[in-house]
């Protein structure tokens, strides 16, 4: 079984940052990329960035300049390091890890629970 586990969520001002862990554990012989999206309130899940196990990136229009995405390949940990935040990235964060071969399964897609991103005032 494969889990991911978010961290790093939680409240900031507007200007301000955050940085958001996740960590995939369990029976893992690779993962193709790792990455994040978002659901805002009343709003569809959204890609944020992604990364390959190679480090190429991907990023969402809304957050590039302000967004960084990374990657720990030795760790199965993905980083977001959030700057320049504002009220519209307010959201639940969700870790995706795709690609991912177990000793019983090829080729599948995990996500984390969510953690929640709230800028205000």
């Known amino acids: 079984q494969v889990q991911l586990v978010e961290s790093g969520g939680g409240s900031v001002q507007p200007g301000g940052s955050l940085r958001l862990s996740c960590a995939a554990s369990?029976?893992?012989?690779?993962?193709?990329?790792m990455g994040w999206y978002r659901q805002g309130p009343g709003k569809q899940r959204d890609l944020v960035a992604t990364i390959t196990t190679g480090g190429r990136t991907n990023y969402a229009e809304s957050v590039k300049g302000r967004f960084t995405i990374s990657i720990e390949n030795a760790k199965n940990t993905v980083y977001l390091q959030m700057n320049s935040l504002k009220p519209e990235d307010t959201a639940v964060y969700y870790c995706?890890?795709?690609?991912?071969?177990?000793?019983?399964?090829?080729?599948?897609?995990?996500w984390g629970k969510g953690t929640l991103v709230t800028v205000s005032s």
């Open positions: 995706n890890a795709d690609g991912v071969t177990t000793p019983y399964y090829y080729d599948m897609d995990y």
């Open positions: 369990g029976s893992i012989v690779t993962i193709k990329s």
